[in-house]
């Protein structure tokens, strides 16, 4: 069984930073596609970034391109999120999911199959 767990949100400034992190684990994955989702009060969940196995290709919501990174660390399965210049907007709860086996960039909730039990970011203006 596969468990995502994140971590890293919190209470911020606009203008500050924040890092989350996903734990993957409970077995062993051949290829998987990640991806970090958002979803504020009222609305529906949205992507925000994702990867694809390679690691090579990414893909960012419009809304937090040029501030948000996403990157991973295979050998610990981990899942990033680095999140800068934040605004009241960025406020939700974030998700990470992930599809296994996965080879291309996911952008769409649907395409994954785990998630996580999500990590609350909330920015004050």
């Known amino acids: 069984q596969v468990q995502l767990v994140e971590s890293g949100g919190g209470s911020v400034q606009a203008g500050g930073s924040l890092r989350l992190s996903c734990a993957a684990s409970?077995?062993?994955?051949?290829?998987?596609?990640m991806g970090w989702f958002r979803q504020a009060p009222g609305k529906e969940r949205e992507f925000v970034a994702a990867f694809g196995w390679s690691g090579a290709v990414t893909h960012y919501a419009d809304s937090v391109k040029g501030r948000f990174t996403i990157s991973r660390d295979n050998a610990k399965n981990m899942v990033y999120l680095q999140m800068n210049s934040l605004k009241p907007g960025d406020t939700a709860v974030y998700y990470c999911?992930?599809?296994?086996?996965?080879?291309?960039?996911?952008?769409?909730?649907?395409?994954?199959?785990?998630w996580g039990q999500g990590t609350q970011v909330t920015v004050s203006s």
């Open positions: 409970g077995r062993t994955f051949s290829s998987y596609a």
């Open positions: 999911a992930l599809r296994s086996p996965g080879y291309r960039v996911l952008t769409t909730a649907g395409e994954y199959d785990h």
